[in-house]
């Protein structure tokens, strides 16, 4: 059955036309001159915009994709020869064509089991005590990447998130966070979205676009 304007598609924000907000405001950009490669006025603006909503001071990098945002956070803090620790339902791991490994040079992603699609604390710590039962030819544990929300629709509370960032910490790990919906984890928990990332340890944010209402 093909889809009709009287049905209700849930399928994908992919599939969805852009918020006439945006629409508008790209308008209104779209005259005069401006620098490029970063120069020009607006993408500065950028970096205030979210530092103000972060509470916090913050580097902005616009990319296309959320594949890109994921691959290319997590390409520049994972070595060659390093470890991505992530859940088995991660879209990083089953849905980018394995891109933040090709971004690294080569590092391995490491699914972990959890529930509903959550990173479980205890299940890291385990995996990460037990580093180099293999000897020095083991590859390094170098970075930790959970969803918020997740893959299946759940979410972390601060003091989960805080829990895996001392985890990580703890182990030398860089804590990245897909915020591909990280606007319906912020409006689901009433918090701020400093409260879920840096407050709580979170390192780089990979903050969607297209599933925040762009």
Known sequence: MGWTLDMINFRSDNEAPVAS???????IANCGTAYSYGGDSITGDVSAKFSDLFEHDVEVFPVTTGTAANALALGHVTPPYGVIYCTEQAHVLVDECGAAGFYAGGAMMRPLRGADGKMEAPMLASVLASHGSHGDHEAWPSALTVAQATECGTLYKPEEISTLAEIAKRHDLVFHMDGARFANAVSALGCAPADITWRAGV???SFGATKNGA
């Open 21 to 27: 907000e945006i629409m508008e405001a790209i308008a």
């Open 203 to 205: 390192d780089i944010l």
